[in-house]
């Protein structure tokens, strides 16, 4: 039995993607929305203390962070080659990608809370918002030059380029991503794989962005 906890093209999409990637979709989805009571009730709580997505039941136990989902899933299905083992070449290039992968969806996900969930009297700092944006698009850089060939590690696809791939998802809704030819061709690579979209048909259409775009506000 596989059961995720997830919010519909959240961070745990992460987990989907990867799910599917093994051959292995979740026989359960509980879904949940952000700002939702559930998501501070015991269904939630109970496999991730902070109450935040992911949370993964399988192999008879829990596991909560998506970084920490996607080892374990590697780890443990080594096999299928998605992991990079200790002794491996690529083994620190494959653990920075999971870190890094953290550090810029920290910038998303500060932009989301300032863009999509304050609401009036409250109103973002537009200095705020414009120094998070400009550190998304250094990470958007940095991660340009981290491709190798068609994905993140020379030797082919890896829970890093899930883990680090889904935040180009959300990032071209704030960076406009022109200046970036390299991610806009890594990022359709990785939506034509099979994987990414059995995942992507089961989420159905996103309905977390209102908007196209969303412009760095301008105070007063």
């Not at 609401?119 to 200095?127: M, Y």
């Not at 414009?130 to 030059?145: P, Q």
Request: charged share 20%.
């Amino acid at each position: 039995m596989i059961r995720l906890h997830h919010v519909p093209w959240g961070r745990s999409f992460r987990v989907l993607w990867l799910l599917c990637e093994m051959g292995m979709p979740p026989d359960e989805i509980i879904r949940y929305r952000i700002g939702d009571r559930a998501m501070r009730g015991p269904g939630l709580m109970g496999v991730s203390p902070a109450g935040r997505i992911p949370a993964l039941e399988i192999d008879g136990i829990t596991v909560f962070e998506s970084g920490a989902i996607v080892q374990y899933l590697c780890e443990t299905r080594e096999h299928l080659g998605l992991g990079r083992p200790p002794g491996d070449a690529e083994r620190v290039r494959y653990l920075e990608a999971l870190g890094f992968a953290e550090t810029q969806a920290s910038l998303i996900e500060q932009l989301n809370l300032n863009h999509l969930f304050l609401r009036p009297p409250a109103r973002p700092s537009a200095t705020v918002v414009k120094l998070n944006t400009l550190r998304l698009a250094d990470t958007l850089r940095a991660l340009e030059g981290m491709v190798a060939g068609d994905y993140l590690l020379p030797s082919g696809f890896s829970g890093a380029d899930a883990m680090l791939g889904f935040n180009l998802f959300a990032a071209p809704y704030y960076v406009r991503m022109d200046p970036y030819p390299g991610l806009l061709a890594y990022w359709a690579r990785l939506q034509a794989r099979p994987g990414f979209q059995a995942a992507a048909a089961i989420e159905g259409p996103q309905e977390f962005y209102a908007k196209a775009f969303y412009e760095v506000p301008v105070d007063g």
